[in-house]
């Protein structure tokens, strides 16, 4: 095929394709630039098969929840998530706050420092997950509010506490 024959396709092409004695013109108005093409619509739609979940809409999800809390349940997961199912655990509030930060609780009060809201949100949501405390001795150590992990037990199975980490564990997207 030489070029002019390949010149000519191309121009038959181009004037197949943009024709302007075939297409409408459009004056000035601007209704007539936003018409849509019968059908464009029903393209558009998605049928009620596939289409996502409704998003959360009702009056009691908004509530304004305490930050510190939905980050303490967050870390909390992450630790209970560690844990091994095979056999039961024994946890407290300093162990979650110890293994999250890196800071000895006996340490930091006796330098004058305190953790007792931090321990207070953790504790908080250990009671959400496994009800009443108790007090028991873990290595030698007396712990005033120890709670029961029964074997078995995985963190993603239950529901959390705040709204904002349930939103995200409903969804499947919440990572701890």
């Known amino acids: 095929m030489s070029d002019l024959e390949k010149q000519r396709e191309i ?3 181009l004037q197949g394709r943009f024709n302007k004695d075939r297409q409408p013109r459009t004056s000035g108005d601007s209704r007539a630039a936003t018409r849509r093409k019968p059908g464009e619509l029903d393209q558009l739609i998605l049928s009620d098969e596939e289409r996502a979940k409704l998003p959360e809409t009702k009056d009691k999800y908004l509530v304004r929840e305490n930050p510190n809390l939905v980050q303490w349940e967050r870390e909390t997961r992450k630790f209970l998530r560690r844990l091994n199912p ?3 655990h024994r946890v407290s509030a300093a162990m979650v706050y110890e293994w999250a930060t890196g800071i000895n609780i ?3 009060y006796a330098r004058g420092g305190s953790a007792a809201s931090h321990l207070r949100n953790i504790n908080k949501v250990l009671a959400h997950y496994f009800g009443k ?3 028991t001795y873990i290595l030698g150590r007396k712990v005033p ?25 409903s969804t499947k997207t919440l990572q701890a």
């Open 86 to 88: 095979a056999h039961g």
């Open 133 to 135: 405390p108790y007090m």
């Open 11 to 13: 121009e038959r092409f």
């Open 145 to 169: 509010k120890a709670y029961r992990v029964p074997p078995g037990w995985y963190v993603t199975r239950h529901r959390p506490m705040t709204l904002s980490l349930f939103h995200e564990w």
């Open 106 to 108: 006996s340490e930091l």
